[in-house]
C-alpha cells in the first residue's frame, strides 16, 4: 500500500519559480521499488502527463511542454519525489498530481503503468497569473 501526499501549491505570478513536492507513505515495500511522475489536469481535459523519473533517479523523462523548465528529482530517503517548475507560465495552471507505479522498466513505459493502475496523490493546485 502506498499513499502520496502533495505539497507547495499556490498562487504564483507568471515568470516565477516554484517547487512542489510528493510524500509517501508505505506499508510493505520500499520507495525505491516505484518509478514516479507528475501529471496535471485542467477542468474538462484529461490529465496530462508531464515528466517522470525511475527508481534511482538517473532515468528521467519531459514532455515537450515543461522540459527544460521543469526538473523533476527524488529522495528516496526522504520518500519524496520534487517537481522544481521554472519560468511558470498562465497555462500552467492545473491540478498537480504525483503517481508512483512498481516498475523497472523505462519511464515512458511508466507513465501508462501509472494511468492504469497507479497509486495516485489527491493533487494540489497551482495558478499562475498573467
Known amino acids: 500500500e502506498l499513499n502520496l501526499l502533495e505539497a507547495g501549491g499556490c498562487l504564483v505570478a507568471a515568470g516565477a519559480s516554484l517547487r512542489l513536492s510528493c510524500t509517501a507513505t508505505?506499508?510493505?515495500?520500499?520507495?525505491?521499488?516505484?518509478?514516479m511522475g507528475w501529471f496535471r489536469q485542467v477542468p474538462g481535459k484529461a490529465r496530462e502527463a508531464l515528466c517522470a523519473?525511475?527508481?534511482?533517479?538517473?532515468?528521467?523523462f519531459y514532455v515537450d511542454s515543461v522540459g527544460g523548465r521543469f526538473t523533476i528529482s527524488r529522495d528516496n530517503g526522504k520518500k519524496t519525489l520534487y517537481l522544481e517548475m521554472t519560468s511558470l507560465k498562465p497555462e500552467d495552471t492545473g491540478m498537480y498530481f504525483c503517481?508512483?507505479?512498481?516498475?523497472?522498466?523505462?519511464?515512458?513505459?511508466?507513465?501508462?503503468?501509472?494511468?492504469?493502475?497507479?497509486?495516485w496523490g489527491r493533487g494540489i493546485q497551482v495558478t499562475v497569473s498573467s
Open positions: 503517481a508512483a507505479v512498481p516498475y523497472a522498466g523505462s519511464t515512458v513505459g511508466a507513465l501508462g503503468g501509472m494511468l492504469r493502475s497507479g497509486f
Open positions: 508505505i506499508s510493505g515495500g520500499t520507495f525505491s521499488d516505484y518509478a
Open positions: 523519473i525511475n527508481w534511482s533517479g538517473m532515468s528521467k
